[in-house]
């Protein structure tokens, strides 16, 4: 094989992020076909980003790179891309508790063919974890519940709702709705035995398989039970060969989770962490950065493929499972209503936010009131409604000011859940926004509690209408 065919090879196993400019990538270097669309690479408007599509297909020809593949993270909720263009869906969580598994198959169906019409081929999601720990930093309202009967029903019927428009993923196998860590920032260790793991969270992933889900995106935790190698068991043949593929049979693509994040990249070299993902059988490699890290990871499978160390049947067929699995179907445009979509999107919004505490105490005239929030667009759309905003570093003192505690998913506290009860426990009046029911229960401080299944853009407005006794977002 010569080293330029090596390189288109290697290109159709690699994803990389779709590039604000086409100056961002060598395409010479790297002939990258399959790319992850993030909201900084669209236009200012639907049509401008349809053009985007468009225009990039034609650079990609022009470099021999044919039948490109636009991937997007679009589950709903905080997990969103095209809010700006259209409503999107809210979180699976709030989809679970407020629709039938048919309505969500018919929310999801439609939010296929916004997409489609944009130009994506493949989104993925759902997120099929099983959301098994209440606190857990990462995963909550993106996954369909704790149940895992449950999540395998919504779970299948979402899959073969959304296929019909463009390609799916389900993610993360085989399970990060039981961590407490975050694998963007480290390594969880998953203590679960392997019969708990199989019967629980593996089993919405054996219901995607079911509704024949053209993707499966492996997790980067580590299954003491299922693997012996201590790597992520997106780097792990026994998890992706022998669990995924021989164990439950899956013929699909199979993605690892980006190979940016630091569950990988303070475990194992750049280089090494591309040839051990396609040696545990992985077909697609994602990376959310055009980095250092993603060219010396390209370079190395490239210089594997020559050397005969990657084999090129094996390349091969990882590239056409891709293509077979992510590529866009003919959009099916029969049963496409807006009308239904909205109807579906505003009957799961509707009961996702309630106030569990101090609802008399509502709406509030804050001035000079402190926060302290893990949401920084909800930080942003709170500054102008509070006179004097003063935000809360770690360790600072509000001295007697109002406090707003939003603790919503991702669950990054630079304080401990001790000093914020303390703090709440000496502000003249506190407000706790959160995801999480459990600090709902435990923070007795508070005097207003608000809890919200939903973490979209629109739940956010709708949260500081409440608050503030403006008109909430919604019809």
Request: charged residues 25%; aromatic residues 6%.
């Amino acid at each position: 094989m010569t080293r330029d065919e090596a390189r288109h090879l290697a290109g159709r196993v690699f994803a990389a992020r779709f590039p604000r400019s086409w100056d961002q990538i060598d395409l010479e270097r790297f002939p990258v076909t399959n790319y992850i669309v993030f909201r900084d690479a669209l236009g200012p408007s639907l049509e401008a980003s349809r053009k985007r599509f468009a225009e990039a297909r034609t650079v990609l020809a022009d470099h021999h790179i044919l039948h490109p593949i636009f991937m997007m993270d679009e589950e709903g909720g905080r997990v969103t891309q095209t809010s700006e263009f259209f409503q999107s869906a809210p979180s699976p969580r709030a989809v679970a508790k407020f629709l039938t598994p048919e309505e969500a198959g018919t929310l999801y169906f439609h939010l296929g063919a916004y997409l489609a019409d944009l130009g994506i081929s493949a989104n993925l999601a759902p997120c099929t974890d099983v959301n098994t720990e209440a606190l857990n930093p990462i995963i909550g309202t993106r996954a369909f519940g704790t149940d895992p009967e449950l999540v395998s029903v919504f779970a299948g019927e979402t899959i073969a709702a959304m296929q019909r428009q463009v390609g799916c993923v389900a993610k993360h196998f085989p399970g990060h709705g039981m961590t407490r860590l975050d694998s963007h920032l480290a390594l969880p260790v998953v203590e679960e035995s392997r019969e708990r793991l199989e019967d629980i969270h593996m089993a919405p992933f054996k219901a995607a398989i079911r509704a024949r889900v053209g993707g499966i995106m492996v997790s980067h935790c580590l299954y003491p039970s299922l693997q012996t190698d201590g790597l992520p068991a997106s780097l792990s043949r026994a998890v992706v060969t022998g669990c995924l593929r021989a164990d439950l049979g899956f013929s699909g693509a199979v993605l690892t989770d980006s190979l940016d994040m630091r569950a990988v990249t303070e475990t194992v070299h750049p280089e090494q962490a591309a040839r051990l993902a396609i040696e545990a059988g992985c077909d697609l490699l994602l990376y959310t950065e055009i980095s250092e890290r993603f060219m010396a990871a390209f370079e190395t499978v490239v210089e594997m493929a020559v050397a005969g160390l990657a084999g090129e049947h094996q390349m091969r067929e990882a590239a056409a499972r891709i293509a077979g699995a992510l590529d866009a179907p003919k959009a099916d445009t029969d049963e496409f209503k807006p009308r239904v979509y909205l109807d579906l999107l505003y009957r799961a919004r509707a009961g996702a936010i309630r106030v569990t505490r101090g609802q008399a105490k509502l709406p509030m005239a804050l001035a000079d009131a402190a926060i302290v929030s893990t949401s920084p667009a909800a930080a942003e759309k709170l500054r102008p409604r509070i006179v004097g905003l003063a935000e809360i570093a770690a360790g600072a003192d509000p001295a007697g000011k109002p406090v707003i505690l939003w603790l919503a998913e991702p669950l990054f506290l630079t304080q401990s859940l001790d000093d914020l009860r303390r703090l709440a426990a000496r502000a003249p009046v506190s407000i706790l926004v959160t995801t999480y029911q459990q600090l709902a229960d435990e923070m007795q401080e508070v005097d207003v509690v608000v809890v919200s299944d939903d973490t979209s853009p629109y739940a956010e407005d709708s949260i500081i209408g409440l608050l503030f006794g403006s008109e909430p977002a919604g019809r």
